[in-house]
């Protein structure tokens, strides 16, 4: 076989900063504290204890909750974006991308100052003689700074699958009797269905991973998976520990993906 | 507005009523005037960019004309959406649907009907039997070649039993032996079907091959309505003469009735009407040009420029003393440089008002 030397580059970028970090994370999870060889499973043992588990089940909860009004918001976002004139929609994207330039940190901090109790929005009710809410610190503070980060990526994988539908397959629904409603359901759905699994997979993905968001919006209160993560490498020196959750967190995307992608494939096969 | 009826009793199916249709500004259809009738096979003719194709889609609803009325069956359906019109479109790329197999795509129209499943199954075979695929109902479209797309897509047409079956330019992305094949099918097909045929081509052979009534267009105007043969035989204007077939256009001069001056001499006609010494264009068919070996007994006499062999004719190039070129289809070859005979009968010299420069 002929060797394809420019592949190189790409072998040694993903040995050293991808495969042998893995192996690294899965290493520490294996061996006892205080480094050695002694393989113990103690770590993972953790990891299904009550309040470690509730934790879990709370990051899914919360990526699947911020996925779901991602796509509940971002698909008709898609739509009026594909449908729009050439021009208009240059001008369109821009909008939309322009917060996406500014620092993930910065846009985030921006919420805080929205949401608190003396923020922009409780002074703004305090004029109708609305009584100061408390919306920092809730998990809708932490799902509302998920889908404000992660709509983009729901948006645009739709929006560049809708925009190659040819416009005659819509007429073609219309002119076999298919009113707009139904037209959307048989034929414009089932066929911007990759854009939307891949933009499931792109807000799923960093929201189940998040601890930015959920430390910034959530405070102490709605710990996640990642800022377990996070407290075990950077507070309590527990490396066993945070690598195991690190471990058990890349099965559960690896599951959930591999969910969608099998359902993609049944889709394909009849929807009628 | 059909000439001819073949002796059947016209009902009306579709009307056009001063269609105008302007596109940013432009116009590209003006003053469409139509009658289509019930089971006729209407062909809709001409260069791109002639209407054609807009006409069709005021039919089926995908666009909506500036001013004008679209009657059907005796209705005025301007304002009814494409998807509760008793038509049913055959797209120019097919259209098919790429996630559904040819079942699921013959059976869209059935389904969104409510049809019941028994009876969705047995009709779907039967147009799949029509089309000549019987057997493919679970087959990917993917898996399909061109000509069979073009089948399914007719299929998923005529399910549905519409009144009127539009078609824009169905068998354009076909080879040419296919298409042949195809023309004589869908011929076969509407009278079998009982369906007006509205078809929508450029190219004029089709057009004469299948339609009842021919529908020349040209820069959103219709140039003439009429029969194939009405059509091949009076054209009404040299546009027509030249769009459909080949012809000779020469200036020439109205001298009296049935007495016409062109290539330097006087013909015997069978026009009437125009105003003596009026400029007229003459058009004559190639293949109505008669050639003889003995130039001194002919009309107008030639010397033979250039022979292709056609198949079943020759297709010759002769020059006249009046450096005019004239073609001639023949099935009798004169060489190159041979000097030969060429005469018209009265009734295959046409005369046509001249056109106005530009239009």
């Known amino acids: ?98 917060p996406m330039w500014m620092n993930f940190l910065a846009r985030t901090y921006a919420w805080m100052s929205l949401l608190e109790t003396n923020g922009i929005i409780n002074t703004f009710l305090g004029f109708f003689g609305i009584e100061p809410l408390s919306m920092l610190y809730t998990s809708g503070a932490v799902v509302l700074g998920m889908v404000y980060n992660y709509l983009p990526f729901m948006v645009f994988p739709i929006f560049t699958v809708l925009r190659k539908l040819d416009p005659s397959l819509l007429e073609a629904a219309e002119d076999l009797g298919a009113n707009p409603l139904k037209t959307f359901m048989k034929v414009i759905f089932p066929l911007s269905l990759p854009g939307v699994l891949s933009g499931i997979t792109m807000v799923f993905m960093p929201a189940v991973t998040t601890f930015v968001i959920s430390q910034l919006l959530g405070g102490g209160q709605f710990t996640l998976i990642g800022n377990l993560i996070q407290q075990q490498y950077l507070r309590t020196y527990d490396w066993g520990f945070g690598s195991s959750l690190s471990i058990i967190l890349m099965i559960i995307i690896l599951l959930s993906m591999g969910l969608i992608s099998r359902s993609n494939t049944n889709e394909e096969g009849g929807i009628l | ?132 695929m019987p057997g493919f109902e679970k087959r990917p479209i993917r898996s399909l070649s061109g000509g069979q797309q073009q089948r399914v897509a007719i299929a998923r047409a005529v399910v549905n039993e519409p009144k009127v079956l539009l078609l ?21 097909m509407q009278k079998q079907l009982g369906i007006t045929f509205v078809f929508v081509t450029h190219d004029q052979e089709e057009a004469l091959t299948m339609s009842d009534t021919v529908v020349v267009m040209k820069g959103g105007i219709i140039q003439q309505i009429g029969s194939p043969i009405n059509i091949y035989n009076e054209p009404e204007n040299v546009f027509v003469a030249d769009f459909i077939g080949e012809s000779i256009i020469l200036e020439g001069r109205f001298l009296e009735d049935c007495l016409v001056e062109f290539a330097g001499r006087t013909f015997p006609c069978v026009d009437k009407g125009f105003i003596p010494g009026q400029p007229v264009d003459v058009v004559i068919r190639p293949e109505d040009v008669d050639i003889s070996a003995d130039p001194a007994a002919a009309m107008l006499q030639a010397t033979v420029t250039s022979v292709v062999f056609k198949g079943v004719h020759y297709e010759m190039l002769a020059e006249t003393d009046q450096g005019q070129e004239w073609m001639i289809h023949s099935t009798t070859m004169a060489p190159p440089g041979q000097i030969i005979g060429m005469s018209l009968k009265p009734d295959n010299i046409h005369l046509m008002k001249k056109e106005v420069q530009g239009t």
């Not at chain 2, 269609?19 to 809709?44: M, P, Q, W, Y």
């Not at chain 2, 889609?57 to 001013?67: A, C, K, L, N, Y």
């Not at chain 2, 076909?174 to 099918?185: A, H, T, Y």
């Open chain 2, 168 to 188: 824009d330019e169905p068998l354009a992305a076909l080879d040419l032996k296919m298409r042949k094949e195809m023309q004589l099918e869908l011929k076969n």
């Open chain 2, 1 to 132: 507005m059909t000439q001819e009826n073949q002796g059947k009793t016209s009902q009306e199916m579709i009307r056009l009523v001063d269609i105008h249709k302007e596109f940013e500004g432009e116009t590209v259809l003006n003053r469409i005037n139509l009658s289509i009738a019930k089971n006729e096979f209407v062909t809709l003719l001409g260069p791109s960019g002639c209407g054609k194709t807009t006409t069709l889609r005021i039919i089926g609803g995908f666009e909506h004309p500036t001013s004008g009325d679209v009657m059907f069956d005796g209705q005025r359906i301007n304002d009814i959406p494409a998807y509760q019109r008793k038509v049913n479109t055959v797209f120019q790329r097919y259209a098919l649907f790429p996630h559904l197999n040819v079942y699921e795509n013959i059976a869209f129209g059935l389904h969104i009907a409510k049809k019941d499943s028994k009876e969705i199954k047995a009709k779907v075979k039967a147009s799949l039997d029509l089309v000549d």
């Open chain 1, 1 to 98: 076989m002929k060797r394809n030397w420019s592949l190189y580059p790409y072998i040694l970028w993903m040995v050293v900063f991808t495969i042998v970090p893995i192996l690294m994370v899965l290493y520490y999870s294996l061996v006892e504290a205080g480094g050695g060889f002694s393989l113990t499973l103690s770590h993972y043992a953790r990891v299904f204890e009550p309040l470690y588990l509730s934790v879990i089940w709370r990051s899914i909860l919360l990526a699947l909750v911020s996925t779901v009004i991602c796509l509940l918001l971002g698909y008709p976002v898609a739509m009026i974006l594909a449908s729009s004139p050439a021009k208009q929609q240059f001008s369109l994207i821009v909008l939309f991308v322009v």
